[in-house]
């Protein structure tokens, strides 16, 4: 009987490439930035015009916001007219509105409708709104207006877009 | 008859009677196969509030825990921003409009910071462990004293890529 005498030679060859490997991975990072809407108003609850002049300043709104715009509105409780206090008699008036950044944004509007203005371009993220009420003097009226104290009440409102 | 017999015998038997000197050898390969692992992942972040309530950034914000199962003994992990300005600053882009919120970043190795910079490659890393070898990704914000960041939601895109040589 022939006997083979086995040598066994082990290579161990670990099979890893030696190519370049490469893997990516990518994911969205979001970041919320809330709203913040600050208004500061020096116009007061009541505002006596002075009837010498065509117009009166009743105050001012400062904004400070990082809203992507707003709407303004103003409304008139009468219509844009004062009502004289136990009377029926009118007084019309209208309305200017300044802002410190967007100019004029209403000039000598009618308040027989609301009136709104919504910002455009983005976020303001500070301004004034100067609110000027016009009106003719009561010796320029014919017949003259009767005296008496005239009333209407305004309401400012302001909303993000 | 009978001599006949005994020499094809003798004959026979001596072809197959082990040779004294014989030898022989051989020899076998045996591969096994290593399949590569890499790979670099990590969970989606959830969305953060990026203003305070001081109304000011927030310093610092951990984005995620990037994982890197690597079986290569030498790699490197970089990392890119979609809208960064520049190789340090990234920017967070608010949503249909060219407002950007910067930001620097920094991937860390426990408390050591082993990049900072969009595109460049780290230093070689090792083998990891099967669970693999986690990071953290943070993200840094300066803030002023005037900026009022308008509101809305800002978002990147992180790329985390891994290499060997």
């Known amino acids: 009987m022939k006997k083979f005498a086995f040598v066994a030679i082990v290579s161990l060859i670990l099979a890893v490439p030696t190519f370049a490997a490469t893997s990516n991975f990518s994911t969205e990072v979001k970041a919320a930035v809330d709203y913040t809407l600050t208004v500061t108003s020096t116009i007061g609850t009541q505002s006596v015009l002075d009837t010498t002049k065509n117009s009166t300043e009743i105050g001012k709104l400062s904004l400070v916001s990082n809203l992507n715009g707003y709407k303004l509105t103003v409304t008139s409780a009468n219509s844009g007219k004062m009502i004289r206090q136990s009377g029926t008699e009118q007084y019309p008036y209208t309305l200017t509105v300044t802002s410190s950044t967007l100019g004029a944004l209403a000039t000598a509007h009618s308040l027989s409708t609301a009136f709104t203005y919504t910002t455009t371009g983005g976020a303001q993220p500070a301004s004034e709104l100067t609110f000027t009420l016009n009106y003719l003097k009561p010796t320029e009226y014919t017949p003259m207006l009767t005296a008496g104290v005239y009333v209407d009440t305004l309401t400012v409102s302001i909303e993000s877009n | ?165």
């Open chain 2, 1 to 165: 008859m009978k001599k006949v017999i005994i020499m094809l015998f003798l004959a026979v038997a001596a072809g197959v009677l082990p040779a004294f000197a014989a030898n022989d050898s051989a020899s076998l390969t045996v591969k096994a196969q290593v399949t590569p692992v890499f790979s670099v992942n990590m969970t989606e972040p959830d969305t953060f509030n990026i203003v305070g309530n001081n109304s000011r950034l927030i310093p610092s914000k951990q984005i995620g825990s990037p994982v890197v199962v690597s079986n290569y003994s030498s790699w490197k992990i970089s990392v890119d921003s979609t809208h960064k300005a520049s190789s340090t600053t990234g920017r967070l882009k608010l949503d249909d409009a060219e407002t950007y919120i910067p930001y620097s970043f920094a991937l860390t190795d426990g408390a050591t910071t082993i990049l900072s910079s969009f595109g460049t490659a780290s230093a070689a890393q090792s083998i990891t462990t099967r669970g693999g070898k986690a990071f953290g990704l943070y993200f840094n914000f300066e803030s002023d004293d005037t900026t009022l960041w308008p509101q809305g939601i800002y978002r990147d895109t992180v790329i985390l890529a891994i290499s060997t040589d």
